[in-house]
């Protein structure tokens, strides 16, 4: 199982930056795909999950400024994030389940500037 993340960067505060995560497996789907992200210091926390019948759990801090999207037949995701502002700064996680395994991507760091 690989997860690899696309599109992190530097935005200026009121930007916008589309993230993309390609999960790949031998043979099947995934179940529960998402975005955490994880400040310095500080726990990874969710921004935003989808199940693969197309169920969001979205973060309150998030919500009506990101978008998560899911394209199950070709296992990406993707997170449009509008309205950036400084404390969006963080590390960007790629996650996606199968069964009750967890996997995770590397990680995209994603800077707004003010």
């Known amino acids: 199982v690989q997860l690899q993340a696309y599109g992190g960067g530097l935005v200026q505060a009121g930007g916008s930056l589309r993230l993309s995560c390609a999960a790949t497996?031998?043979?099947?789907?995934?179940?529960?795909m998402g975005w955490y992200r994880q400040y310095p210091g500080k726990e990874r926390e969710l921004v935003a999950t989808i199940t693969s019948g197309g169920t969001q759990n979205i973060a309150d801090s998030v919500k009506g400024r990101f978008t998560m999207t899911r394209e199950n037949h070709k296992n990406w995701i993707y997170l449009q994030m509008n309205s950036l502002g400084p404390e969006d700064t963080a590390v960007y996680y790629c996650?996606?389940?199968?069964?009750?395994?967890?996997?995770w991507g590397r990680g995209t760091l994603v800077t707004v500037s003010s």
């Open positions: 497996r031998l043979n099947g789907a995934f179940g529960t």
């Open positions: 996650y996606a389940t199968i069964q009750r395994t967890e996997y």
